[in-house]
């Protein structure tokens, strides 16, 4: 079983930058797929980014790209999410997700992951 837990969100104003952590411990191993995905209230969950760790290649949604950047430290089972020009649409609870083991694609879609996050609120104000 794996635990994930979420650090790092606040508030900003917009143009702001925050960092998001999401430490995974309990069962892992280095061939894992972990993403971001985010929700606002009343919304469905969206996918934000994700990183598998084999082929070390990172995915972004069009609304982030090239404003985000997802990384992942294996020896320390942590991803992040660096949040850079943050606007207000980018205001959301933010989730993390992971597999440790078994197929993942491009980690783009919920069913992909077997754990997840509690959440860290980022909200971004005009």
């Known amino acids: 079983q794996v635990q994930l837990v979420e650090s790092g969100g606040g508030s900003v104003q917009t143009g702001g930058s925050l960092s998001l952590a999401c430490a995974a411990s309990g069962t892992t191993n280095s061939r894992n797929c972990m993403g971001w995905f985010r929700q606002v209230l009343g919304k469905e969950r969206e996918w934000v980014a994700s990183i598998k760790s084999i082929i070390k290649v990172a995915y972004y949604s069009d609304s982030v790209k090239g404003r985000f950047t997802i990384s992942q430290d294996n020896a320390k089972n942590t991803v992040y999410l660096q949040m850079n020009n943050l606007k207000p649409e980018d205001t959301a609870m933010y989730y993390c997700?992971?597999?440790?083991?078994?197929?993942?694609?491009?980690?783009?879609?919920?069913?992909?992951?077997?754990?997840w996050g509690q959440g860290t609120q980022v909200t971004v104000s005009s």
């Open positions: 997700a992971a597999r440790f083991g078994g197929y993942c694609d491009t980690g783009r879609t919920e069913a992909e992951y077997w754990d």
